[in-house]
């Protein structure tokens, strides 16, 4: 498997197509193959070569230790466009990877030519600030949740109502989920939930001049869209889309919107 060491980390990353590079960086806990499933297929077909990391602390990536911080995670970041993509490259986050690009292009906008942020925001609120702290307790409790469980309240925190009110395809999800539980005594996720946004940041956020396109997704319950509206607004000349009918896999649960969107905004 491709891999770099930067930092003293291994960082595993998957490549697939040929043409300009997109860098694509995943949410929380999430493995880069998260975007296999539906962007890669898109961007490759639409003529370019994709870079899906495996964050630091998550998949088949180094370990991440306790006081990660999102410079830790944009340091990475550069160390695999200047490694891997040998150059200045669009780059795609979602959640947490969308966080990483935005700070990334405030220290080093050189290196990206386009940014699609999607599920993100600018500034925490008090529901971002609990959800974060709760899952901090859970993790340092040691608590393991039963697969079920985990699955179906990972399902009504991420998912459209819309989805779930579908028998089968809530069906699907909830398949899929309890086949992946989340391990809340992985170091490496406990690392990465806290690298959650504390300080409001759009004052920074006005001295972006890369072109980026803010997605947010209709249902989303972690990053609702009237966050993403700000996170769009505090971007000079920055555009924004909302995805209907998706909450915070809106990538995953309404791929074919997304993708049109993404493609649109990346041949721009």
Not at 10 to 27: D, F, I, K, R, S
Not at 54 to 66: I, L, T, V, W
Not at 133 to 155: F, H, I
Not at 204 to 211: D, G, K, L, S, W
């Amino acid at each position: 498997m491709p891999s770099i060491v930067a930092g003293g980390v291994t960082l595993h990353y998957e490549e697939a197509g040929q043409g300009p590079p997109v860098l694509l960086l995943p949410g929380s806990g999430a493995r880069g193959r998260t975007w296999s499933l539906h962007q890669v297929p898109a961007l490759v077909a639409a003529g370019y070569r994709t870079i899906a990391l495996d964050n630091r602390g998550a998949g088949k990536s180094g370990p991440a230790a306790p006081g990660l911080t999102a410079g830790d995670l944009v340091a990475d970041t550069i160390a695999v466009i200047e490694r891997v993509a040998g150059g200045p490259c669009r780059l795609v986050g979602t959640s947490m990877g969308a966080y990483i690009a935005q700070e990334l292009l405030l220290v080093r906008p050189e290196l990206a030519t386009r940014a699609v942020l999607m599920a993100s925001r600018a500034r925490p609120d008090p529901m971002s600030r609990a959800l974060a702290a709760a899952d901090r307790e859970l993790a340092d409790s040691g608590t393991v949740l039963p697969p079920a469980y985990d699955a179906a309240s990972r399902a009504l925190q991420n998912l459209s109502p819309s989805t779930l009110a579908d028998p089968e395809a809530a069906q699907d999800w909830l398949d899929i989920l309890e086949m992946s539980p989340t391990d809340w005594t992985d170091p490496g996720l406990r690392a990465q939930i806290d690298v959650a946004m504390d300080t409001d940041r759009r004052s920074a956020y006005a001295r972006i001049a890369v072109p980026t396109l803010v997605i947010s997704f209709a249902h989303d319950l972690v990053a609702p869209p009237v966050r993403g509206r700000e996170l769009a607004e505090a971007i000079p000349s920055a555009s924004y889309t909302q995805i209907p009918d998706a909450g915070h896999y809106g990538y995953l649960e309404q791929p074919e919107a997304v993708n049109e969107a993404l493609l649109g905004f990346l041949a721009g």
